[in-house]
């Protein structure tokens, strides 16, 4: 990552200047380490000699000059209704262009001992236990976007669970971004604390209002305790004008679980940093992802697990179907660390190509620094099977239903993960519908 | 007039001739066994009559039922009561037999203008039809054809043959790679489906199939053409001498 060219543009000079000052010292402080770090990193438009980068081309992102949101919008329970995705219960968190907005969520009723408070509102309330975490997990001085989302913080969700405590809804963060005069950009930040013993479902999920540009840049640190169990789901339908770069940083530790299934069906350029540090014994992950890109859009997932303590295991699968000109990368590593033996591994990243101009990048790496470790990998891409589309016509099915139930046979298996009934439902609604439009045309 | 007619057909793929003048006339409650060595265009045949797209016609007519079946795209064929059984049946990640099975099954009904059947009603059809066959119902359940056996493939290819009762069933190489048990259970739902309404044209290159079931006509394809026709005393005649017999014949035509 050294070789990160600084382009550091004027404009986040400009816009670092606009934001809304927030008076408490170690925010002030922390937001200003972050912006010169940012400063010294510059965007990564330097593609030659920058792995991470190396396939994925920011420049267009990097010509335009984002604003913070200056000017606050509402908007209405119809607009919060469309956009939300759980038709089920939930604890729904509503966040309007970055800022938490209170009316539209319903995050009071959560069980004892679970606890959700907006990022803005808990600076304010001096809990030590913010200062504390805040940034502790995500990597700003190395990673320019972490940086850029740091610099700029203001609001966000923090949700933590005590030892024990099971959440049984999902809780569903739900980001908004609306269409405004300038191109803004937004930063959501999220930390996530499941202490021993306790279970949540979380979505974090994004969305916004087709219009002017705009940029989402979140972050989210989630810390995994002891037999703690976390079902994260990301999930990105951005109008496919807009830019989106989440970073995930994930900590589990001895015995947790973590699974996280993150999907992406909209944006312009998409970039997905998901890190997992695999810090106790016995901890597992299971990291799934989708991605459905047209036209020119551009899908990059970075998946890092990391190893660190010895029997661990990790189940990894990616899917992409690409039509149009669209892009996407899958940049897998696993990296197991010295003396972490038993170490169990697997990744696999497939993409089905629709159309003979997409293009499919992918490459599943392994770093193993110990003995006694199980690991594998798998990368596919391919055309839809001309044989199979035969075989179900010649049982009756038409052209079209033949390839439709070919690709949502490709993609089930990742659908099928997700394990709440209501996410799954409206996931697959939503990928069918688009996949519809698709072979229509 | 026959159910089907296959008049001096040419096909191949690409500019490659395969079938070279094609002949066959089958009546509703037939079975013609069609046997040939490797190569001789057996596979091309059925393929042709499916409607695969990777084939080309060069002359000739085919005539299905009162329609003209090269005009016809493969669905379309279906839904008129034609059934391929596969000699390779492809194995589909991510869709379940049952809703496979549904889908088709829907959409032959629907070109009958007959209402379509949801899951439950159709899962009591599925179950009374697994019923006739030893078929464990878990796999009805399974991906389509996803880590199945070849022979469990096979008797999964006559299984969707009796759910459909097509008019006519060709059967590409249904007997190949299966076991003494699995070639009887295969023969067994094989005549059971036959009746005085359904016509079976099966494609083979061994005769062991038909000590199972007897054709009413065995005809012997060599190089593309039909050398001779006759009953299923040819098949025996075949296992006992080889197709080496037949080469002679296939020669003097190439004249």
């Known amino acids: ?441 | 007039m026959a159910l089907l007619e296959i008049e001096n057909l040419h096909a191949g793929i690409g500019e490659i001739e395969i079938l070279k003048g094609v002949s066959l006339s089958v009546q509703k409650g037939e079975v013609h066994a069609i046997m040939g060595p490797n190569g001789s265009g057996k596979s091309t045949l059925a393929h042709v009559l499916a409607g695969h797209t990777a084939y080309t016609i060069f002359e000739g007519s085919i005539n299905f039922d009162g329609s003209t079946l090269l005009e016809m795209l493969p669905e379309f064929r279906a839904r008129a009561g034609l059934f391929l059984s596969f000699q390779h049946p492809v194995e589909i990640s991510g869709v379940r037999f049952d809703q496979f099975l549904r889908a088709s099954y829907n959409s032959i009904r629907k070109s009958q203008n007959e209402p379509e059947l949801d899951p439950i009603q159709f899962n009591k059809v599925l179950k009374d039809k697994l019923g006739q066959f030893e078929i464990d119902p878990a796999f009805i359940q399974r991906n389509v054809n996803e880590g199945f056996s070849g022979g469990e493939k096979k008797r999964m290819e006559i299984f969707q043959m009796a759910l459909l009762e097509p008019k006519l069933a060709i059967l590409d190489e249904t007997d190949s790679g299966l076991d003494v048990d699995a070639l009887r259970e295969v023969a067994n739902g094989i005549n059971n489906f036959r009746n005085p309404d359904h016509a079976i044209v099966l494609v083979t290159h061994y005769q062991r199939i038909l000590n199972y079931l007897t054709p009413d006509f065995v005809h012997v394809l060599m190089d593309g053409r039909i050398v001779k026709s006759g009953n299923a005393d040819l098949a025996r005649q075949i296992e006992e001498h080889g197709y080496d017999d037949f080469l002679e014949i296939s020669r003097t035509n190439e004249k």
Not at chain 1, 171 to 185: C, D, G, N, Q, Y
Not at chain 1, 249 to 275: H, K, P, Q, T, W
Not at chain 1, 389 to 412: K, N, P, W
């Open chain 1, 1 to 441: 990552m050294t070789a990160q060219k600084s382009t550091s543009p004027d404009s986040y000079d400009k816009a670092f200047s606009l934001i809304n000052p927030i008076d408490i010292p170690w925010v002030d402080a922390l937001r200003r380490s972050a912006f010169k770090k940012f400063q010294e990193l510059g965007l990564p438009t330097q593609r030659r000699g920058n792995e991470p980068w190396k396939y994925t081309d920011i420049r267009k992102l990097a010509k335009h000059e984002f604003q913070p949101v200056l000017e606050h919008k509402t908007v209405s329970d119809q607009v919060v209704r469309d956009h939300s995705i759980i038709a089920g219960p939930s604890h729904l968190a509503v966040f309007i262009d970055g800022t938490f907005s209170p009316s539209h969520s319903s995050v009071n009723d959560l069980p004892k001992g679970a606890n959700f408070s907006s990022l803005a509102s808990a600076f304010h309330s001096q809990d030590i236990l913010v200062e504390d975490k805040i940034s502790r997990y995500s990597g700003y001085k190395a990673e320019a976007f972490t940086a850029l989302n740091t610099a700029f913080i203001e609001d966000g969700a923090i949700i933590t669970l005590t030892a024990g405590t099971v959440v049984k809804a999902p809780i569903h963060l739900l980001f908004i971004t609306t269409s405004h005069k300038h191109e803004v950009a937004i930063h959501p930040r999220i930390f996530v604390h499941l202490e021993e013993s306790s279970s949540a479902s979380i979505i974090e999920s994004h969305t916004g209002i087709q219009g002017n540009v705009y940029l989402s840049n979140a972050v989210a640190e989630l810390l995994i305790d002891s037999n703690a169990r976390l079902n994260y789901y990301k999930l990105q339908r951005h109008p496919t004008n807009a830019f989106h770069i989440t970073n995930t940083e994930a900590i589990v530790n001895r015995d947790g679980y973590f699974s996280c299934v993150n999907i992406d069906l909209g944006g312009d350029i998409v970039r997905n940093n998901l890190n997992t540090r695999m810090a106790g014994e016995g901890a597992s992950t299971k990291l799934n992802g989708l991605y459905l890109t047209t036209d020119k859009q551009h899908v990059d997932n970075q998946v890092i697990i990391e190893h660190i303590k010895g029997n661990t295991r990790a189940r990894e699968l990616y899917k992409g179907i690409l039509d149009g000109q669209s892009r996407s990368v899958f940049h897998g590593s696993i990296i197991v660390r010295e003396g972490a033996s038993g170490v169990d591994a697997y990744q696999v990243d497939k993409n089905l190509l629709l159309s003979n101009q997409a293009e499919a990048d992918t490459k599943p790496a392994f770093w193993v620094y110990t003995d006694d470790v199980k690991c594998g990998h798998g990368a596919a891409c391919g055309q839809i099977d001309d044989d199979a589309v035969f075989y179900l016509r010649s049982r009756g099915l038409d052209e079209i239903t033949a390839r439709q139930l070919l690709i949502h046979g490709f993609i089930a298996e990742v659908i099928d993960s997700i394990e709440n009934p209501d996410l799954r439902d409206h996931v697959s609604d939503l990928v069918h519908s688009k996949l519809e439009q698709w072979l229509l045309v």
